[in-house]
């Protein structure tokens, strides 16, 4: 079974400053979905970026990017010129590729505060 | 473009009483997802609907959940017998076809007392 570990339960930032975001996950497959979900404070959860494990190339969305090492099994979202609106609980998930395998699997979430 | 709805938004029941929750998904998506999310966790796999058929459910389904989406439209999720233990967020999420995108509502915030 796939597990996805966040080992930051919690992490601030200064307004317009630039965090980073820690996701492990552990897998025995070669192809397989990441994703980045945002859930604001009493608001429903919303896809930030998505990485295909057969890409090389890092997944970017204006100002959120994705250190993807498959190798090491990492996947780490940085958020540059960090603003109000991105605190939020943020949650890592994994995606297998299997023929009808489409449950996302995520980590416990990392809470995220952006300070004024 | 609507968004997937959830109804109800928040439901308070006594253990032992029956609850059903609703889920709208967007329009012309044909794979709908339940997820289960308690205090300090993130959502946990329950059941996924491929228009009106259930292909996928997870062990954490009890005999005390089934999971429905007749028509392959909105789908409803059943709750027997309640237990504190349930209490959680029950959220919704659809996928359009050919995508590995899931798209969720807002949820279901259930309590038993």
């Known amino acids: 079974a796939q597990t996805v570990t966040q080992s930051q339960p919690e992490m601030s930032v200064q307004e317009a400053e630039t965090v980073t975001l820690s996701c492990t996950y552990d897998?025995?497959?070669?192809?397989?979905?990441l994703f980045w979900y945002k859930q604001p404070p009493s608001r429903q959860m919303i896809l930030v970026i998505r990485?295909?494990?057969?890409?090389?190339q890092n997944a970017t969305e204006n100002r959120f990017s994705v250190n993807f090492q498959k190798a090491a099994k990492s996947f780490s979202l940085k958020i540059s010129d960090s603003q109000l609106g991105d605190t939020a609980m943020y949650f890592c998930?994994?995606?297998?590729?299997?023929?009808?395998?489409?449950?996302?699997?995520f980590g416990k979430g990392t809470k995220l505060s952006v300070i004024p | 473009d609507t968004g997937v709805s959830q109804n109800p938004r928040h439901k308070i029941t006594k253990r032992g009483q029956n609850v059903t929750f609703r889920c709208d998904p967007i329009?012309?998506?044909?794979?709908l997802y339940w997820y289960r999310q308690t205090l300090g966790q993130g959502p946990e796999f329950l059941t996924y609907?491929?228009?009106?058929?259930?292909?996928?459910k997870s062990r954490l389904l009890s005999d005390r959940f089934s999971a429905e989406r007749p028509k392959g439209s909105f789908s409803t999720l059943e709750i027997q017998r309640t237990e504190q233990g349930d209490s959680a967020m029950y959220l919704c999420?659809?996928?359009?076809?050919?995508?590995?995108?899931?798209?969720f509502g807002p949820g279901t915030r259930l309590t038993v007392t």
């Open positions: 609907f491929q228009n009106e058929a259930q292909l996928e």
């Open positions: 998930a994994f995606m297998g590729s299997g023929a009808g395998s489409y449950q996302l699997t």
């Open positions: 897998t025995s497959e070669n192809n397989y979905y």
């Open positions: 999420a659809s996928s359009p076809p050919l995508s590995y995108e899931q798209y």
């Open positions: 990485q295909e494990a057969y890409k090389q």
């Open positions: 329009s012309e998506h044909n794979r």
